[in-house]
């Protein structure tokens, strides 16, 4: 029975032949649309992501409230302090907590001239759990040492690079801030600027060169012994900090971030941006939808006559109903099926031109099986929902009515 | 004739009610859409343009390269022998040094903190009237700072809000503490238009280094030109002075100097690069429209074949067949575009609302005449392109097999 009501729908879809292409046109075009935009966006999402290089899964990252502009510290009224630090260091669970540096300077080579973020780099054990955490290795060269004085190791976007005219390697001399510094080594590519654009060196010489006092951190990091403890380790940090920074109990002034914490955060941020850009897009598709519903009402009274002949043959109200609702919805899945497709041409067409204009990596294409799943499901609904009306006005018409309807 | 056959469309419009109505909504609603978003971008650029202006355009600023987006964290910031130098550079009739620290301001020490920007305003009364007329507002309430107010503050028009920046209001009069100082509260700015800047904490440059122990830096020099000289051509010699000054070579200088028009002319291309890239999004749906509208085109041709074929036979031509259709999908689109501009307007209206009492008062849209009138004539030739091709094959039909069609 269902699949004469299938056959019996693709027949009058193709008799029609123009005007149910013109109808599958107005649905695919907004899958389109849809579907090549959340394409790029969770592309993007990602490239996002892995550019801020959210560490491993057993680091807390505390920091000072500032104004929140700019990169971790700047703005920040009171600092971080060795103090703080050691009391971390203290707190039951933790392996290791790090303080950290980061001052933006100028780096110059070759008489030319960069601006970027400086991080310094603890000594001891502390050295070593950085280098596991963000899992730093030397490319060429070697990495910093507790003797090393001014040293710096630089991030991979250092290597091969013509902005200072000339090549900087293993070796050369950098000046930082007006002080010169021997190039010790470049660190492995990682695709996160963070690290791929970073200058390191100790401790002592940036606070030295950046004229800050000592003791104080801009941002510290603290690996638990075991991640199952993550949340109690959290409260007990927050517990001493309040503490030592003497603020009460929700009017903190600093912030301890989990990994999952940070990377929610961001998916957030995007995610507010991306659902903007969706919902214009989704707009051509609900002018899709009118548009099936269009057609199904002229294919209604095109065919009264039809109706009035199966009703007066014994079809029922719902055989009726079911006719108008299965053609609609193929209209809306075919449309699906072709937009998909076509959507995913243009992603690839976009991600391509993309890297050409700004480089390889940044634009890329991702297509979850939810987004072209979804999407097909979704059209069918669209044009299943667009059916609806018209299908029903099909199916209670009285058949003397409709077989004495002229046009 | 003309007429007869505006009023025949007309009439068929009409009389299939349902489809017309069907068809309107599917073009209103990417109308609305483009409505909002350009009336949004329309406000922003008018906002951007009501700043030069009350600005003038003598104004130019000089900033160390490598802030990164914040004020207080560039690299190296500029001493008071480097204002003093930029004054003396001809075609400079005015120079001032801004200094700014981000502060912790509480209502009570007890109380939550919040950590805002704290800007120095020199109290000469040169320099203070070129800062004024940067601030893109006035003081609401109070008085302007003036030499010796220590521990006075004048505030940002975020404080005078509830629930803004801390939950109970400032008025004049009332205490703050920053840094845990206690300051009062002497001036209250109108709105700036955006969160962050509306969150400022204003002290006199004395104070920003005697009370704040601040140190006499500056992030940002101001500087006006003369009124009979050219400020981009001032702009360039400041940069080119001051770089010899600091022995610094061509291209790597620490710094940078920008007329403010350019400054500003710069931030709004972004933000009309933005625009553009919703405003093609949303007209992806006009598309759709479009393809619906030639849709109800061909759908009429083929039901009034017949009625075709007897206009031909009583001696209709080609082109009043043309004519009829295309008129009527012309209508159809003309009608959808003013229904959607009319929903446009109720959401931009609404965005706009919205947008302000999260402390954007910036963002408001904007509806000249243009876009209105653009709206409809865009509305128009839409609906009278898409319906092109199905009036042709309708005014291209032979009348004697037109009348014979079933």
């Keep these: ?407 | 004739m003309n007429k007869d056959l505006i009023k025949y469309g007309l009439n068929n419009l009409w009389h299939r009610k349902k489809r017309s109505l069907l068809t309107v909504i599917s073009i209103f609603i990417g109308i609305m859409a483009i409505f909002a978003l350009i009336s949004f971008g329309q406000g922003l650029s008018s906002y951007v343009k009501s700043i030069s202006s009350e600005m003038g355009t003598d104004k130019i600023v000089m900033q160390p390269k490598g802030g990164f987006g914040n004020p207080t964290e560039s690299a190296f910031q500029f001493n008071e022998e480097d204002v003093e130098f930029v004054k003396k550079v001809s075609g400079v009739s005015e120079a001032t040094g801004m200094i700014v620290t981000s502060v912790q301001v509480q209502q009570d020490t007890a109380k939550k903190s919040r950590y805002v920007y704290a800007q120095g305003i020199p109290t000469e009364q040169s320099e203070q009237q070129l800062i004024n007329e940067l601030f893109a507002t006035d003081l609401g309430s109070g008085r302007e700072l003036k030499k010796g107010d220590t521990d006075k503050v004048a505030v940002g028009y975020g404080y005078s809000q509830p629930n803004t920046v801390f939950e109970k209001p400032i008025g004049l009069g009332d205490k703050l503490y920053i840094n845990g100082k206690k300051v009062e509260v002497i001036g209250i700015y109108e709105p700036i238009g955006n969160p962050i800047d509306d969150m400022n904490i204003y002290f006199t440059s004395e104070a920003m280094v005697d009370f704040l122990g601040a140190e006499k830096e500056y992030a940002t020099i101001f500087i006006r030109s003369s009124a009979s000289e050219d400020p981009r051509e001032v702009a360039k010699t400041v940069e080119e002075k001051f770089r010899k000054y600091k022995d610094q070579d061509e291209g790597k200088e620490t710094f940078f100097v920008q007329t403010f028009e350019d400054l500003i002319a710069s931030f709004s291309t972004i933000l009309g690069i933005l625009n553009t890239v919703l405003v093609l999004i949303s007209l992806i749906s006009v598309v759709v429209a479009a393809v619906n509208i030639m849709n109800t085109t061909y759908t009429s041709v083929l039901e009034r074949t017949q009625e075709i074929g007897i206009m031909k036979a009583i001696g209709a031509q080609n082109r009043h067949i043309l004519f009829v259709f295309v008129f009527e999908a012309g209508v159809l689109g003309i009608i959808g575009s003013a229904v959607g501009m009319f929903f446009g307007y109720l959401i931009a209206k609404a965005g706009g609302f919205f947008a302000a009492s999260a402390g954007y008062s910036m963002l408001q849209p904007a509806f000249p005449l243009w876009l209105v009138l653009g709206c409809l004539v865009f509305g128009f030739f839409m609906g009278a392109l898409s319906g092109l091709a199905p009036a042709y094959q309708a005014s291209k039909q032979k009348p004697v097999e037109a009348l014979r069609y079933e």
């Excluded at chain 1, 540096?101 to 100028?106: A, E, N, S, Y």
């Excluded at chain 1, 001014?150 to 001399?173: A, H, P, R």
């Excluded at chain 1, 503490?243 to 955060?265: H, S």
């Excluded at chain 1, 390889?360 to 499901?377: C, E, K, M, V, W």
Aim: avoid cysteine; aromatic fraction near 8%.
């Design chain 1, 1 to 407: 029975m269902i699949k004469d009501f299938i056959k019996l729908a693709w027949g009058n879809i193709s008799h029609r032949k123009i005007r149910s292409w013109l109808t599958m046109i107005g649905i695919f075009i907004g899958i389109a649309a849809v579907v090549s935009l959340i394409a790029l966006g969770q592309g993007l999402e990602k490239a996002v992501i892995t550019q801020f290089n959210i560490a491993g899964t057993d680091v807390l990252t505390i920091q000072a409230q500032g104004t929140g502009q700019g990169p971790p510290g700047a703005g920040v009224v009171n600092h971080l302090t060795q103090d703080q630090l050691d009391k971390i260091d203290d707190v039951l669970g933790v392996d290791v907590a790090i303080g950290r540096i980061i001052q933006t300077g100028k780096l110059e080579y070759n008489d030319q001239l960069g601006f970027g973020f400086a991080a310094s780099m603890p000594d001891g054990e502390a050295r070593k759990a950085v280098h596991e955490i963000l899992n730093l290795k030397a490319e060429k060269g070697r990495l910093l040492r507790d003797d090393d004085r001014y040293s710096v190791v630089l991030g991979n976007d250092f290597l091969d690079k013509t902005d200072f005219g000339k090549e900087i390697t293993v070796g050369s001399k950098v000046l930082i801030n007006d002080k010169s510094f021997t190039v010790v080594g470049f660190l492995e590519k990682k695709g996160s600027f963070t690290v791929d654009s970073a200058v390191l060196m100790n401790e002592e010489p940036l606070i030295e060169i950046s004229n800050i006092p000592e003791g104080e951190y801009d941002i510290i990091v603290a690996r638990v012994k075991n991640t199952d403890d993550i949340p109690k380790i959290k409260e007990d940090i927050e517990r001493v900090l309040r503490k030592e920074r003497n603020v009460k109990l929700g009017e903190e002034d600093f912030t301890v971030e989990t990994p999952e914490g940070a990377l929610k955060n961001l998916k957030k941020t995007l995610f507010a941006v991306q659902l903007f850009v969706y919902i214009i897009a989704s707009i051509s598709i609900v002018v899709g939808g009118i548009g099936i519903m269009n057609t199904m009402y002229t294919a209604v009274l095109e065919r009264t006559k039809e109706i009035g002949i199966m009703k007066s043959i014994g079809a029922s109200n719902r055989s009726i109903f079911t006719i108008f609702f299965i053609e609609s919805g193929v209209l809306g899945l075919v449309g699906g099926i072709i937009g998909v497709l076509l959507g995913m041409g243009i992603a690839e067409l976009l991600a391509a031109l993309g890297s050409a204009a700004l480089g390889d990596g940044f634009i890329t294409t991702q297509f979850s099986p939810l987004l072209l799943f979804g999407a097909l499901a979704f059209s069918f609904i669209i044009g299943t929902l667009a059916g609806l009306l018209p299908a029903m006005q099909a199916s209670k018409m009285s058949p003397v009515d409709a077989l004495n309807y002229t046009k």
